[in-house]
């Protein structure tokens, strides 16, 4: 048994990697913006799917194609944004946010039915069928790449959010909007763009998640947002560490107790959401909630 | 501002109205399937009525608390549930089956107690997700447990009625369990329970400090709910015959009813009604019409997004609103009781503020 | 009803920021305690613990000799303290009525209270309106109307005079009194020190937390201490009018 815990762990890893990207941007949207996009989940199978088919369709290599897929998300989330999120006001309107991303959740995944129907799709790039001998046991290359280009995208976003103005200028709306507002911030540009960069790391995320999850259809959104949104309570809404150290955490552990029995090693996600919630409802890292309701 | 009318008439033919529109809609729809007795017709009435039931029990909850739910289909899928492994495990056919219909209620009653005392502790939005988990881990549970029949389901035992007038008892029986709720509904909204669950949407901290035991009276408002969503769940799979974990844990199930209560007004009375009534059978014959299902499911996610971006306190508020206005203007008078005049007025800066909903 | 509130040993620390720091105060049974201090001194926190929406690192709570330390805020208000809020809180879409009835409960002798008191803030024509409606000078009257209602022994007021017009102020101040002579306990947070003199019996004075002065108002209009809290060390001890500056 123990020889494939190794792989098991290994392959969690690799996963998590993945899953911590799109958390990320998830918990980044949360931040800024104080609403749970609870169609991140589709949206990454949508950045799944633009990737299969440049990929199959036009011949373009899965990670060459993420210069089209993740422009084209960004575009996407911006769009959300402005039509279904900002128009939305009054003292509800966080929890309106989150019900209008429901909506869209639904829509897209209804869309998706309709274009490629309910049957499963994969994504391979040719020279990725190889893998390498590690410690006993063989990881696919493509595993690697997309931790990867998951470790690069999380870079990516931590140098813009620490080493540029604009990055600033959302970890002051992140802090307090208000204040950000009173110093000359432009809070809904920033609110804007944060939900286009949530959306876009989609596309790296779905490209990833297709190229390793061994297939896809429209159905996997509520396998990837039931995910999603237990590793970001747990680690803390709107901690980027606690995203990052929740995802790997939990997928680990999933890929492990996956050895045992398959069908209920989601149930552990869920398992260790109610128990976090039920001892410290914030989560592990998360800001203690001041603001009232 | 809003000052109701204080005139005798005014007040009598508004209190007239209160009663009589709900009389004539309930022998409305007693009337129904005598009228209309196609087997179609009633089964799109059927359909109406355990969502008129479904979306006041979840606005029960949610629109009183304002603690928003999208994961009721967990009670209305433990009422199938129920009800299905019940005639299964002992061996209920015919009538005897609706006898079960207690037990789906109290079964969802009682799982709405641990599912409350883990999801009312957070604050309302984290709730929201919450509530979508835990949807998510029941539904796991009816897919892999045995005992629930797996992927392929439970079927429903034998009910050997006429088919021509098999749906009348079904829907007799929806009517019932639609109208009793609405009237609980109605008599909560009253009641001291009610204004506490009103005062805790409004300012749940606030409401806290002036006595009122929060978590007692959110869960409470769960249990209600849950246990009427249990029960509308009960009948419909006896109704339509089958359980599967897909249809009886549907994510759309949740979307509609919060659709229904946003669309006819959240926190009323009658808002879910009317959303019910007219957005099921709309729904059904949409379905019908584009036999490709997802259609349906993406005008849904449309209808619901054009709700709350341009109704977003719902048909009926819009409408008392503008009621009022219109009333207002309408008996402008000098002295009127429209107290925006004056009057022993405390303030000499008093300037509404706006209506609130 | 009345009783005494005291403090013992408070202290309150949110990371690196000691909010409460060994806060020994009273509001002593029947009289109308002013609680004064530059802002940033602890006031609204000292509140929040208080009244149970903040739980004190150290330090004890008695309400009439009886420890309530760590009691939830429902509890508190259900042995008799209540309080109003900084930016004032109200049910927005519940009518004025309904707004009382939360605290006075439905029942015949609740209603009959809840439009007393509405007719004592003189808010009561308005009974049948939102709240929401209001201005912010009758969400004011609104609101101490609310704790009001299940005839609390003692009332924490915070700012009640805040951004009030003169006349209203008066007002408030007239109807503080009417209820401390049938024996109600306030302790009111203010800065506005015409108001905290000219009503309350008894001043203290909180600065970084902690309790630097207490006593008559006019022992701590010329208590150097207390210039010192507002204005920073002041080596001239001269006769002054006490108060913050910008206070007229």
């Known amino acids: 048994m123990a020889h494939q815990i190794y792989p098991a762990i ?21 931040g800024v913006l104080d609403i749970i996009n609870v169609a991140q989940g589709i949206l990454v199978v949508v950045g799944g799917y633009l990737s299969y088919v440049l990929s199959v369709h036009l011949h373009i290599d899965l990670f060459l194609g993420l210069l089209i897929t993740v422009p084209a998300m960004f575009v996407l989330g911006l769009a959300i944004h402005t039509l279904v999120i900002r128009p939305l006001r009054g003292a509800e309107r966080t929890s309106m946010s989150l019900l209008a991303c429901f909506a869209v959740a639904i829509i897209a995944e209804g869309a998706l039915y309709w274009i490629f129907g309910p049957n499963v799709v994969t994504l391979t790039a040719s020279y ?130 996956d050895i045992w029995s398959p069908n209920w090693a989601v149930a552990v996600f869920y398992a260790a959401l109610v128990i976090v919630l039920t001892v410290r409802p914030s989560g592990l890292f998360g800001r203690r909630e001041v603001r009232a309701q | 501002m809003t000052t109701p009318a204080t005139t005798t008439t005014g007040r009598g033919r508004r209190a007239a109205l209160a ?24 089964t799109y009435g059927f359909d109406a009525l355990i969502f008129v039931a479904a979306a006041s029990a979840w606005n029960i909850f949610s629109g009183y608390s304002g603690y928003l739910s999208l994961g009721h289909a967990v009670f209305f899928g433990t009422g199938v ?55 998510f881990i029941f539904q796991l549970m009816a897919f892999n447990f045995s005992f629930t029949g797996g992927t392929s389901g439970i079927d429903a035992p034998i009910l050997n009625w006429a088919a021509a007038t098999y749906n009348d008892p079904f829907y007799f029986l929806a009517l019932v369990i639609a109208t009793a709720t609405v009237a609980l509904s109605w008599l909560i909204r009253r009641s001291r329970f009610g204004l506490q669950l009103r005062a805790i949407r409004d ?155 | 009803m009345t009783a005494e509130l005291r403090t013992e040993g408070i202290s309150k620390a949110f990371g690196g920021v000691q909010a409460v720091d060994d806060c020994t105060l009273s509001a002593a049974a029947g009289a109308i305690t002013g609680l004064i201090g530059p802002n940033g001194s602890g006031k609204t926190t000292l509140f929040n613990i208080v009244t149970g929406y903040e739980r004190a690192d150290t330090g004890e709570v008695y309400l009439a000799g009886r420890r309530i330390t760590g009691a939830s805020a429902q509890r508190v208000f259900g042995l008799g303290l209540a309080r109003t809020f900084q930016l004032t809180r109200i049910f927005p879409r519940l009518t004025l009525l309904e ?61 009640p005079a805040g951004g009030v017009n003169p006349t209203l102020i008066q007002q408030l101040a007239d109807r503080i009194r009417d209820l401390n002579a049938q024996g109600t306990t306030f302790l009111i947070v203010e800065h506005n020190m015409e108001f905290v003199m000219g009503l309350c019996h008894q001043v203290t004075v909180l600065d970084h937390g902690t ?13 150097p201490r207390v210039l010192d809290a507002y204005l920073g060390t002041v080596p001239d001890t001269g006769p002054d009018d006490g108060g913050e500056p910008g206070d007229r």
């Open chain 1, 10 to 30: 290994a392959d969690g890893i690799l996963g998590g990697g993945v899953y911590a990207l799109m958390a990320v941007g998830l918990t980044l949207i949360f």
């Open chain 1, 128 to 257: 990725v069928r190889s893998s390498i001998k590690v410690a006993g046991f063989y990881i696919s290359d493509i595993y690697l790449y997309c931790f990867a280009l998951a470790v690069a995208a999380v870079a990516v976003i931590y140098l813009l959010l620490y080493r540029t103005r604009f990055g600033r200028a959302v970890r002051a709306t992140m802090q307090d909007a208000t204040a950000a507002r009173l110093i000359g911030i432009d809070v809904n540009r920033v609110a804007a763009l944060t939900f286009g960069i949530g959306v876009a790391v989609t596309a790296a995320g779905g490209m990833a998640y297709g190229a390793t999850s061994g297939g896809f259809s429209p159905n996997s959104g509520y396998d990837l947002i039931s995910r999603l949104l237990a590793i970001i309570i747990l680690g803390g809404l709107g901690s980027i560490g606690g995203a990052l150290a929740a995802a790997v955490f939990m997928i680990t552990v999933e890929s492990v107790v």
């Open chain 2, 19 to 42: 009663v009589a529109g709900p009389a004539v809609l309930l022998a409305a729809a007693a009337l129904f399937p005598l009228v209309f007795s196609s087997p179609l017709a009633t």
């Open chain 2, 81 to 135: 549930y129920a009800v299905a492994i019940g005639a299964r495990d002992w061996h209920l056919t015919g009538d005897a089956v609706f006898g079960l219909l207690p037990l789906a209620a109290a079964v969802a009653a009682v799982v709405a107690v641990p599912v409350g005392l883990v999801a009312l502790r957070v604050r309302r939005h984290t709730f929201v997700v919450i509530t979508i988990a835990i949807f």
């Open chain 2, 203 to 357: 300012d749940e901290d606030r409401a806290r400090g002036l006595g009122v035991h929060a978590m007692r009276v959110k869960l409470a408002a769960l249990v209600i709910s849950a246990l009427i969503t249990g029960l509308a769940g009960g009948l419909w799979y006896y109704f339509i015959a089958a359980a599967h974990p897909q249809s009886a844990f549907d994510p759309l199930f949740d979307l509609s009813l919060a659709l229904m209560g946003f669309f006819g007004g959240l926190g009323t009375v009658g808002g879910p009604v009317l959303g019910a009534i007219i957005l099921e059978p709309s729904q059904q014959w949409l379905t019908v019409q584009f036999t490709n299902d997802y259609l349906s499911e993406i005008l849904l996610g449309v209808l619901f997004l054009l709700v709350i971006l341009f109704l977003p306190r719902g048909v009926l508020p819009t409408l008392a609103e503008r009621a009022g206005r219109w009333r207002a203007r309408s008996r402008r008078r000098p002295d009127g009781p429209d107290a925006a005049a004056g009057g022993a007025a405390v303030q000499p800066d008093r300037q509404p503020e706006g209506t609130a909903s």
């Open chain 3, 99 to 159: 707004n009382m009835l939360v605290a006075a409960g439905g029942h015949a002798a609740g209603r009959r209270r809840a439009h007393e008191l509405l007719e004592f803030t003189g808010i009561d024509q308005y009974a049948g309106a939102l709240a929401g409606t209001l201005s912010y000078g009758q969400r004011k009257l609104l609101e101490l109307a609310t704790v009001l209602a299940a005839e609390p022994a003692v009332v924490l007021l915070d700012e």
């Open chain 3, 211 to 223: 309790v630097v002065a207490a006593g008559p108002p006019a022992d701590i209009a010329r208590d």
